[in-house]
């Protein structure tokens, strides 16, 4: 089995590297594709909070990015806080936009839980447009950190850098805990779980909330990001079929797989883009996403864990 503790430290190591690397004199176009790829790293473990541990997989993931998004944007175009004070409440109105739609949403299990995820986005999406006062629909126009596209870029960089550390220490303690365990039981058989003395109405509706609450936090650095923020962009459906791609490439019972599935998503996606255009790209990820469940169900994590027991099994013998 992958030692969770060690890849735990070269993973933290590897961000603070990644948060140095903008002093380096890196240009502009790979502090943008880095950026983005902590941001979906970000994304993916929080999502896997429910998605992997719990096993309910959620394609309405984006709601929360939204909702971050635009409580950042509202409250820095009307009463000019900073991003950086507004960033964590992003993240809290998300979590609290969670526990209102997750206590009726989490009753229903699979893909019927799944499909009223998504329709509770494009709803979501649908009530802020509509919501009187800030011109949703025209756009809502952030200043940026600095005076200079580099100054700005690197704050948002280093904003980033932080979030990720966060998630990813969020993801591993809750894995660690007795709290995840339950997760992981309920993952199993929740019948049996609740047998078993498994409280797990009220473990499912945490492990939502928690999940919501950092896709929160990374939409409220993402909107500061994009500048000029649409609900179409920070609704984009596309957002929360890519989480879920990345997760269960990479396997969804532990952060690591996470981890592994949002780094080769992002960098064959780029590589995609640049060489053979956007929309082929995505036919790719959708044959890629089936190979995935047809043969690697528990993703490349998991098949390497199961390589290693084999590996380990034929030396004892």
Known sequence: MIKSNRVLIVVI??????????????????????????????????????GGYAGYVSFGHVAFVGVGGYTTAVLLAKF???????????GIVAALVALVVGYPALRLRGPYFSLITLVISLAIAAVVLNIPGINAASGIFLSAPSGDIHSSRLI???????????TILCAYFIEKSKFGIGLKAIRED????????VNTTNLKLLAFVISGGLAGIVGGVFSWYKGLVFV?????????????????????????????????VMVINEFLTLSIGSNLSQIIFGILLVVTILFIPNGIVGWIEAQMHKFKKKAKG
């Open 13 to 50: 190591l590897a961000t603070l590297l990644l948060a140095a690397l903008p002093f380096v004199g890196l240009n502009l176009y790979l502090v943008s594709f880095l950026f983005l790829l902590m941001m979906n790293i970000s994304l993916t473990v929080g999502w896997n909070i429910i």
């Open 80 to 90: 000019n806080l900073s991003p950086i004070i507004t960033t964590p409440l992003a």
């Open 156 to 166: 948002l960089f280093e904003m980033m850098v932080v979030v990720l550390l966060f």
């Open 190 to 197: 929740e019948v049996v779980a609740a047998t078993q003395g």
């Open 232 to 264: 179409d962009a920070m609704f984009s459906v596309n957002i929360s079929v890519m989480i879920v791609l990345m997760a269960l490439l990479g396997g969804t019972h532990s952060w690591i797989g996470a981890v592994v599935g949002s780094v080769l």
